[in-house]
């Protein structure tokens, strides 16, 4: 059975509005959770780890202010796209690691589309 | 840059016939993963081979790692209409702690 979750499965929302995307860790409690972007008929594009108690460490060229992420319990990861635009309409995929930390599982992926 | 480039970028077989995937990659690596994605959905590991390995099998997968070519392959055997996702391999860079690093990917299409 799955052991990441992510809510919601898709959402739409208008230009200016903030989203936020849940990841939660059904099985494990996870210190360190992942955030990738995929654009259609793209790679994923890690954004930023999230660590549980602290800052999350972001990748360059991903905008911090943009993309909050807290991670304020060892099962619960949430991003939140601020003030959206059309182009941050992607497919956000979390995934936490495996706890031997080599490999990774993922969660279902949250669809957004900002009109 | 992305890590990984892959070839080809869509493959289409029929059904029974095996399916060979390639990755390329640009620095060290501690391991190289493949995974799968279904359309729309989340990945699923297949397989992980690391960096002293060379050859790694399961089930109806076959993994190859080059690490002189910087090039990994991945082989589905006896293909079935069920095996039609992408597929991704993604790095473990040395010293690059549990980050993953993913290829662009083959779109795989097996047709009955």
Request: net charge negative; proline share 5%; charged share 20%.
């Given at each position: 059975g799955a052991v990441v979750s992510q809510h919601p499965s898709w959402v739409i929302c208008k230009s200016g509005t903030s989203v936020k995307i849940e990841c939660r860790s059904l099985d494990f409690q996870a210190t360190t959770m992942f955030w990738y972007r995929q654009f259609p008929k793209q790679s994923l594009m890690l954004m930023a780890t999230s660590n549980e108690g602290s800052k999350a460490t972001y990748e360059q060229g991903v905008e911090k202010d943009k993309f909050l992420i807290n991670?304020?319990?060892?099962t619960l990861s949430t991003l939140t796209v601020t003030?959206?635009?059309?182009?941050?309409?992607s497919f956000y995929i979390c995934s936490r690691t495996s706890g031997r930390e080599e490999t990774q599982y993922f969660g279902p992926g949250t669809r957004l589309l900002v009109l | 840059s992305q890590q990984g480039e892959e070839d080809p970028q869509a493959l289409s077989i029929q059904e029974g016939e095996n399916a060979t995937m390639n990755c390329s990659y640009k620095t060290s690596i501690n391991n190289l993963q493949w995974y799968r994605q279904n359309s729309g959905r989340g990945l699923v590991h297949l397989i992980l081979i690391r960096s002293n390995e060379r050859e790694k099998h399961s089930g109806r997968l076959r993994v190859t790692l080059d690490t002189s070519k910087k090039s990994s392959s991945l082989l589905i055997t006896?293909?079935?209409?069920?095996?039609t996702a992408s597929y991704f391999c993604a790095t473990v860079l040395?010293?690059?702690?549990n980050k993953l690093t993913f290829g662009t990917g083959t779109q795989l299409k097996v047709e009955l």
């Open positions: 991670h304020a319990s060892l003030s959206a635009h059309p182009e941050d309409s | 006896a293909s079935r209409a069920a095996d040395t010293g690059g702690g």
